[in-house]
């Protein structure tokens, strides 16, 4: 499905992410607010995605939607009379979901409520504080050393009030009812690879597949962290059945290596389709093992879900030192990175799109290739080289119990490569589709 003239394409596409990356950057997101509404405006001029509102208050499960957070300034002025901390320089000088303040306090008090990085002086730390009510900004550390002592004056003018919920979501139909989720939190302010890189992604992917025939229905969710996912599972249970793989798009534009975090579930189709990919296509990768902490996958694979996602980044939640920073910025995150992380998921979707059981209509002894011009495929300046290895493969383990991925796996052959061959055979009457998948 990925052909030469699209790969070439690939290049212009890492810059339109970086662009896209780059006109939400100054925008101040949180899990509600108008930073969210202009971020899926934004989103809904590429990709024709609904937004859903979801009122304050709504209870989801143990969680209550809650109010609605927006911001219209912040900043302290110190004794000097000098305005610092300014949420107009940088959304992340105020603590997000900060509650209005105007007031005068000691250097003491205002010290109660700064967040500072002592071990990287010069960034600015992103700090929330969705569920207690608390003011408070954030500032480099060296900042805080130059503050004199004398009254400071602090403002905030933001409101927290009834309101909504808001998020965005895409629902590409395909051949068959099952869905494959691409889900990205779209919560965090000026911060590039934690959040926006996955927006990019997430919005190419489905520009990608809008136009294009596929097997799965494609289901693609743009939402806050944590609330989010928790408000569109407990509104849309009855569609989770349907989700048959599923992946959480965070951290994809830096330069570091692929990261594949599994799912619960630990060996699940998407779980093997990702690390047979990054397996075949990078030189080293990390491997993780499922954990009930990170982002969204936390509860599509709670107990009561257990649905097959994963997630697969480049580095992961909380491994680089400029998460949850200023300095994860729009120096970290790369066309270059953008687009290798879009050609990883491209793959993964081959992968899952193409992964079927077969089986072999000649299993008496091996059927004689040569007579079929199998062999003379072998190698063939065609463009569709057929490994004899590959053709070995298929045709010994097509016993309808593996999939054309397991074949991949036991063979070490790539999933193209047998899924090329599993096509030679089919042509030639060697191999019959099992419907339903490997029968244990
Ligand atoms: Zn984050």
Known sequence: MYDTAEALDVDVIGEQMYG????????????????????????????????????SGTTVFDWTVPREWNI?????????????????????HVLNYSVPVHKKVTLDKLKQHLYTLPDHPDWIPYRTSYYKEAWGFCISHNQLQSLSEGEYEVFVDATLEAGHLSYGELFIQGETSEEVLFSCHVCHPSLCNDNLSGIALTTQL??????????????????????????????????????KHGIVVTCVG???KFSYKKSRRGSAEI?????????????GFHEIDFYPYGYDERQYCSPGFNLAVGSLSRSSHGQFPEYHTSADNLDLVKPQYL????????????????????????????????????????????GSKISEMALLWVLNL????????????????????IRNAAQALLSCDLLKEVTGGPFA
């Not at 219209?72 to 000098?82: D, L, M, Q, R, V």
């Not at 879009?342 to 793959?347: D, H, W």
């Open 72 to 92: 219209k300034n912040a900043y302290i002025i110190t004794p000097e009379g000098e305005r610092i901390a300014e949420f107009r320089k940088h959304n992340l």
């Open 254 to 256: 830096d330069g570091g």
């Open 398 to 417: 097509s016993d309808g119990q593996h999939d054309l991925l397991a074949i991949a796996e036991r063979s070490g052959e790539s999933f193209r490569d």
């Open 206 to 243: 489905a520009d990608y597949l809008s136009s294009r025939q596929m097997r799965y229905s494609y289901r693609f969710l743009f939402i806050p962290g944590t609330i989010g996912s928790i408000t569109w599972l407990a509104l849309n249970e009855g569609k989770t059945r349907n989700i």
């Open 339 to 382: 687009k290798e992380s879009y050609e990883t998921y491209i793959e993964v979707i081959e992968v899952i799109e193409n992964n079927k059981t077969y089986i072999n209509l000649n299993p008496k002894c091996e059927p004689q290739l040569g007579k079929r011009g199998l062999y003379s495929n072998v190698g063939a300046p065609s």
């Open 20 to 55: 896209l990356v780059k006109e939400l950057y100054p925008i101040c997101r949180s899990i509600t607010g108008n930073g969210v509404r202009h971020t899926l405006e934004r989103i809904s001029q590429q990709i024709p995605i609904s937004v859903h509102e979801v009122a």
């Open 271 to 283: 779980d093997r389709a990702v690390l047979h990919v990054l397996g075949h296509s990078c030189e």
